[in-house]
């Protein structure tokens, strides 16, 4: 099946920097991806729709300067947490679909300090 | 909107009882189902799906029902092992949105020797 990585697995950070999260697929081209946040215990809510080439979709209570998106080639989109506070901490997942299928990847845990 | 509801967790099985988790819908129009699963350190991989009333989606001895005059899509297993302990999402998607899917909070399975 297809294959979406992320890099980094984890990361920490201390307040007030910002983070980059890379979401690649490995072999298929992705021309949307998806980025959703993971709160323990909790479900995955979608943050944005990354188009390639355009801007991203962001859904509602998003703040789209907090959380920039890039979808700057087929197969690598980038989100990058802007000002990271300790509520930013988080899981963020991306994925991507072929057809009416989701791929997703493993994940990234992001600590604020 | 489309909402989601699954059963809270953790459910804990011995090896080889009968498995449900509960899964009940509500969206306009006429969704597409999904459940996913998420091992530990994994990133979510679709289980099953099924994309119609009454259509019956299974996978490794999982087995799902759409059931439209219930909205609902209960997952069912009927001899669980330990490699099925995991988290699983119910999940829809409603045609026409670009495969945004919208998901349950996760059911946490545990499964005992």
Redesign the interface.
Known sequence: GAV?S?HPSWVICKSGTSVKIECRSLDFQAT?M?WYRQFP????M?MA?SNEGSKATYEQGVEKDKFLINHASLTLSTLTVTSAHPEDSSFY?C?S?IG????????TRLTVL | GDSVTQMEGPVTLSEEAFLTINCTYTATGYPSLFWYVQYPGEGLQLLLKATKADDKGSNKGFEATYRKETTSFHLEKGSVQVSDSAVYFCALRTTGTASKLTFGTGTRLQVTL
């Open positions: 979406v992320q949307t998806f215990k909790q479900s995955l979608l729709t997942i994925s679909s009416d299928t989701q791929y997703f990847g493993p994940g």
